[in-house]
Each structure stands twice: as C-alpha cells, then as structure tokens.
T-cell receptor, first 116, second 115 residues
C-alpha cells in the first residue's frame, strides 16, 4: 500500500526559531499534499493544500507567512513553522493523494512539535 | 460546504459486546466516506471507505459501516469489541465532485472497550 513518511517524528525547539517538517510519499507520486494540525483531544484541522509546482492554498485563519509550505517535487512537501511560539505546539499531520487522483488520502505518522 | 458530525465524544462498551460509533455527513453532491482510527501519538490508520455500490462496507480489523443516504449517516460498527479497539475514531467525507478537495473530518469519538 501507499506509504507517507514524515520527518522528524518529534521535535522540540525554542521560541523564535524555525522548524521544518518533511512529508514524503515513498511509493507513489503525489500531485497534492495536505497539511493538518491536531490539538490534544481534537480533530484534524486542515491548514493548507499543496499542489506540486504551485503555491499552497491556505485555509482561512492560517497565516501563510508563518506556516511556509513548499511542494517542490511529486514526492516531497515541507512545512516550515517560522518564528515558532509555544502556541504553535501541536501535532502536525501530512497527507498525500496520488497522481491519478485517487479518492483516498494517505496519511503520514505525524510530527509532534513542542515549542519551549 | 462539506461537514461531518460525530455526536458522541466518548463511547464505552464492554469487551465482547457490539459497538457503534455514529457519523452523519453533509455534502452538496454524492459523498466519499471514510473511517480512520488513531492511536495515541500516532497518525491515522485507514479502516474503510464507501465510494459506491453496496451500502454495507467491510473494512480492517472486523469493522464495518453502513451508508444510509436517506439519513445521511455512515455509522461504524463491530459485532464484538476488543480491548485493543480502544482508540480515537474519525469519520471523514469528501464531495465526489470536488476534484482535489481534501477530506473533512469529524471531531472524533473516543472508544473505550472495558475488559
């Protein structure tokens, strides 16, 4: 089956620093990747939709200058949290849809970000 | 706009008893419907999906779900619960006409199976 990886799985950083999270589709080409954020005991909230080679589409209320998304290839999307603050601490999950426009999204294992 | 409602935050069931986790949805067109399970500090694991065809969908780990168009529901069921089924369950929907639209998730239901 389709596999999506995320790196790192867990990261701790200091306030004011930036953190990059990678999302890779390992055995398929993903024209579209999605970034979700999950607060403790809450649902997944879509942050942005990322299409290969074009700018990401951000959901309302998500700061595009704070959460930089790059989808440079068909197998890699990155999310950079810039000038991180403690309130950015969360579980970030990426998801990918394959090139053939399959109805299914494949999810990465998530990245736990803690900002101190 | 698409939306999903999971009316129960928590479902408790005794091991060996049948379980139901409820989900209702709203889409403009025909829906793609999914159930995912999440264990602590882990990503989502796919359980099953409904695209078209038979209204009763069978998935992983003995779970099944029934699509009911008139009630716009897609409840998750299992005939006999296991303690290891204890986890957070998410229902999700996508409009079949939506092109590259993402899945929209319900708020999740925590299932606790008691031995």
């Amino acid at each position: 089956g389709a596999v999506v990886s995320q790196h790192p799985s867990r990261v701790i950083c200091k306030s004011g620093t930036s953190v990059k999270i990678e999302c890779r589709s390992l055995d398929f080409q993903a024209t579209t990747m999605f970034w979700y954020r999950q607060f403790p005991k809450q649902s997944l909230m879509l942050m942005a939709t990322s299409n290969e080679g074009s700018k990401a589409t951000y959901e309302q209320g998500v700061e595009k200058d704070k959460f930089l998304i790059n989808h440079a290839s068909l197998t890699l999307s990155t999310l950079t949290v810039t000038s991180a603050h403690p309130e950015d601490s969360s579980f970030y999950i990426c998801s990918a849809r394959d090139r053939q426009g399959s109805d299914e999204q494949y999810f990465g294992p998530g990245t736990r970000l803690t900002v101190t | 706009a698409q939306s999903v409602a999971q009316p129960e935050d928590q479902v408790n069931v005794a091991e060996g008893n049948p379980l139901t986790v409820k989900c209702t949805y709203s889409v403009s067109g025909n829906p793609y419907l999914f159930w995912y399970v999440q264990y602590p500090n882990r990503g989502l694991q796919f359980l099953l999906k409904y695209i078209t065809g038979d209204n009763l969908v069978k998935g992983s780990y003995g779970f099944e779900a029934e699509f009911n168009k008139s009630q716009t529901s897609f409840h998750l069921k299992k005939p006999s619960a296991l303690v290891s089924d204890s986890a957070l369950y998410f229902c999700a929907v996508r409009d079949i006409r939506g092109g590259n639209t993402p899945l929209v998730f319900g708020k999740g239901t925590r299932l606790s199976v008691i031995a």
